[in-house]
């Protein structure tokens, strides 16, 4: 089955930075590779997706890249806020199947 | 956007009593459900898939016994976690999956047995 792993498992950023989070999957049926945003005690908020017959993706400050030779995607997220202090999910799937996530990252702006 | 409202947010329970949680999706109709339950300072793991009118296909180790899963209507499915012990205590969430709208999570609703 497929597996995601995610680095960092945690990271500091001073606010207006920029942050970086990476995944690599495993499975190179894979096509789906979503990003979720999840604040304490709530669900998981889509915050951007791309799918593989694309490269990037952008929106305002966030955006994605993903390498399918290499089976690795990337979150960007540009001039930090505080409210971008959450913890961010990479997750991958084929078609409609179910999602495989990632292990998490705890983004932390430091103001 | 598609939203799924899921409740109770949170519960406690007693151990060795059952407890049911809900998932709706609101203004559109959900034919497969994702549970997954979260532990502190983990990932989402995926503890089965549901589809409308069908059985649950659970994951490996999840028990299905203990954890039932009925998904009666494309707009509603539920979790019960049956004869509740102290490690069932977890964050819970659904998903429902469609073609147009992809995946919606619920908020999640914390579980505690005492």
């Known amino acids: 089955g497929e597996n995601v792993e995610q680095h960092p498992s945690t990271l500091s950023v001073q606010e207006g930075d920029s942050a970086v989070i990476k995944c690599t999957y495993s499975?190179?049926?894979?096509?789906?590779f979503p990003w979720y945003k999840q604040e304490l005690g709530k669900g998981p908020q889509l915050i951007i997706d791309?799918?593989?017959?694309?490269g990037e993706k952008k929106d305002q400050r966030i955006a994605v890249t993903l390498n399918k030779t290499a089976k690795h995607f990337s979150l960007h997220i540009t001039e930090t806020q505080p409210e971008d202090s959450a913890v961010y999910f990479c997750?991958?799937?084929?078609?409609?199947?179910?999602?495989?996530f990632g292990t998490g990252t705890r983004l932390t702006i430091i103001p | 956007g598609a939203v799924v409202s899921q409740h109770p947010s949170r519960v406690i329970c007693k151990s060795g009593t059952s407890v049911k949680i809900e998932c709706r999706s609101l203004?559109?109709?959900?034919?497969?459900m994702f549970w997954y339950r979260q532990f502190p300072k983990q990932s989402l793991m995926l503890m089965a898939t549901s589809n409308e009118g069908s059985k649950a296909t659970y994951e490996q180790g999840v028990e299905k016994d203990k954890f039932l899963i009925n998904h009666a209507s494309l707009t509603l499915s539920t979790l019960t976690v049956t004869s509740a012990h102290p490690e069932d205590s977890s964050f819970y969430i659904c998903?429902?999956?469609?073609?147009?709208?992809?995946?919606?999570f619920g908020s999640g609703t914390r579980l505690t047995v005492v």
């Open positions: 998903s429902a999956q469609t073609e147009f709208y992809g995946y919606t």
């Open positions: 499975d190179s049926a894979s096509n789906y």
């Open positions: 791309i799918r593989s017959n694309v």
């Open positions: 203004d559109f109709q959900a034919t497969t």
């Open positions: 997750a991958a799937s084929f078609g409609n199947e179910k999602l495989t």
